[in-house]
Nanobody, 123 residues
Framework: VQLQASGGGLVQAGGFLRLSCAAS????????MGWFRQAPGKEREFVAA????????NYADSVKGRFTISRVNAKNTVYLQMNSLKPEDTAVYYC?????????????????WGQGTLVTVSS
């Protein structure tokens, strides 16, 4: 599976962005898909993940109520809608695919990673 993330950019605090992650290869619809982020000098951290059926997505506490993960299996694409952005959301955002069936907020659970897209939130 190859993953290509896009949609990052510079936005003011309180603004919004929508990240996309397009997957190639098979079989996208069976993978758990996740978003992680890594700020300068910090470890990569979990943001959100969604099962293959799109039911009961999982979010980090820091983004609950502001971010929404979704997927369209017919388009091999997963999205991250980010609203009410804060300067502390600034990071490189990565999408990832897990061949397992259960959502797990752990970097080591994911088998495939995209190249990352930079999100910068100015105050």
């Amino acid at each position: 599976v190859q993953l290509q993330a896009s949609g990052g950019g510079l936005v003011q605090a309180g603004g919004f962005l929508r990240l996309s992650c397009a997957a190639s290869g098979t079989p996208f619809s069976s993978y758990v898909m996740g978003w992680f982020r890594q700020a300068p000098g910090k470890e990569r951290e979990f943001v959100a993940a969604i099962r293959s059926d799109g039911i009961r997505p999982n979010y980090a506490d820091s983004v609950k109520g502001r971010f929404t993960i979704s997927r369209v299996n017919a388009k091999n694409t997963v999205y991250l809608q980010m609203n009410s952005l804060k300067p502390e959301d600034t990071a490189v955002y990565y999408c990832a695919a897990d061949r397992g069936s259960a959502v797990a907020p752990l970097v080591e659970n994911y088998d495939y990673w995209g190249q990352g897209t930079l999100v910068t939130v100015s105050s």
